[in-house]
T-cell receptor, first 111, second 113 residues
Framework: GQNIDQPTEMTATEGAIVQINCTYQ??????LFWYQQHAGEAPTFLSY????GLEEKGRFSSFLSRSKGYSYLLLKELQMKDSASYLC????????????FGAGTQVVVTP | DSGVTQTPKHLITATGQRVTLRCSPR?????VYWYQQSLDQGLQFLIH???????AKGNILERFSAQQFPDLHSELNLSSLELGDSALYFC????????????FGEGSRLTVL
């Protein structure tokens, strides 16, 4: 099974940078995903890491260290619309396709 | 719009009742996943179907069952409903057998009174 930890809430100012950390414990790692979820809406895919290193996609970047069981999502040039919950999710090698989600980090962007 | 369609969007029912939630995956996607999201539990995996066959099960209650039909749409049946079953139920689809990017529907909000 997995144990996924991420902070409950983070607050940042418009235009700033926020880094959301995620730590996980798993018996067989096969990928880490980040999803964004606005209140009452469906989660939407942001990024995927399976190898160590940084994946950059516009204002969003995600980093993975498999040896440390650690990932982060970096949000740059924050905009008000980035206020949402950010979910870290892990896929195991023998999971046959299911993702284990963390509880999510609520990011509040203030003017 | 993810291309995944779920009905109904909202459902209010009483304890002890049975409901069916429906999901149509994106065109071409063979995998369908069901997730439950409640305030205190976060997003919890229920079950995964691939091309009509069950592939993985999470902590799905025995009162819950699902199936995927030949046209690839899926239904989640919830019976003997309890207050604690009140949640958002999401369906997601992806192309292959193993999870790549999941595309989530808008969810079905179930309220059990």
């Amino acid at each position: 099974g997995q144990n996924i930890d991420q902070p409950t809430e983070m607050t940042a100012t418009e235009g700033a940078i926020v880094q959301i950390n995620c730590t996980y414990q798993t018996s067989g790692f096969n990928g880490l995903f980040w999803y964004q979820q606005h209140a009452g809406e469906a989660p939407t895919f942001l990024s995927y890491n399976v190898l160590d290193g940084l994946e950059e996609k516009g204002r969003f970047s995600s980093f993975l260290s498999r040896s440390k069981g650690y990932s982060y999502l970096l949000l740059k040039e924050l905009q008000m619309k980035d206020s949402a919950s950010y979910l870290c999710a892990v896929r195991e090698t023998d999971s046959w396709g299911k993702l284990q989600f963390g509880a999510g980090t609520q990011v509040v962007v203030t003017p | 719009d993810s291309g995944v369609t779920q009905t109904p969007k909202h459902l209010i029912t009483a304890t002890g009742q049975r409901v069916t939630l429906r999901c149509s995956p994106r065109s071409g996607d063979l995998s369908v996943y069901w997730y439950q999201q409640s305030l205190d539990q976060g997003l919890q995996f229920l079950i995964h179907y691939y091309n009509g066959e069950e592939r993985a099960k999470g902590n799905i209650l025995e009162r819950f069952s699902a199936q995927q039909f030949p046209d690839l749409h899926s239904e989640l049946n919830l019976s003997s409903l309890e207050l604690g079953d009140s949640a958002l139920y999401f369906c997601a689809s992806s192309v292959g057998k193993s999870t790549g990017e999941l595309f989530f529907g808008e969810g079905s909000r179930l309220t059990v009174l």
